[in-house]
């Protein structure tokens, strides 16, 4: 989440929303988390345990997933909005992933776009 957020305990990354909320009053939120294992499909599960894998040896083990209504909640408790959340499926237009090559849409990683005023 946010960068390196995604290594951090999922207390830590609670409170990074908090942290950068005293921002313009119309400032934006875009960037992308992790869902929980629950939530992943077979091919976000399988691309998630190879990149802990590699991750995790390298001294930066995945700490922070977070289902969409942990999330919100964190969001809503700093004083953020939620205006979008949405698969990286969803996020890509209209024809991407009918790729011939090994690039597939999976439910590993969500895109949301919070601000600090609502719509």
């Known amino acids: ?19 950068v909320a005293d921002v313009h009053p119309e400032s934006s939120l ?7 294992h629950e939530l992943r499909d077979a091919r976000g599960a399988e691309y998630s345990a190879a ?3 590699m991750a995790g040896e390298a001294g930066e083990p ?11 909640g964190w969001l809503a408790s700093a004083g953020w909005h939620v205006h979008d959340d949405r698969d990286e ?5 209209s024809g991407f992933w009918g790729r011939a090559d090994h690039l597939k849409p999976m439910k590993l990683i969500r895109l ?3 601000s600090r005023r609502r719509a």
């Open 30 to 36: 875009i960037f992308d988390y992790v869902l929980p």
């Open 51 to 53: 990149v802990a894998a």
């Open 62 to 72: 995945s700490r922070c997933s977070a289902a969409p209504t942990t999330l919100h």
């Open 1 to 19: 989440m946010a960068g390196r957020q995604h290594y951090l305990p999922p207390a830590s990354c609670e409170r990074f929303f908090a942290s």
């Open 112 to 114: 949301v776009h919070a």
């Open 89 to 93: 499926e969803d996020g890509a237009p």
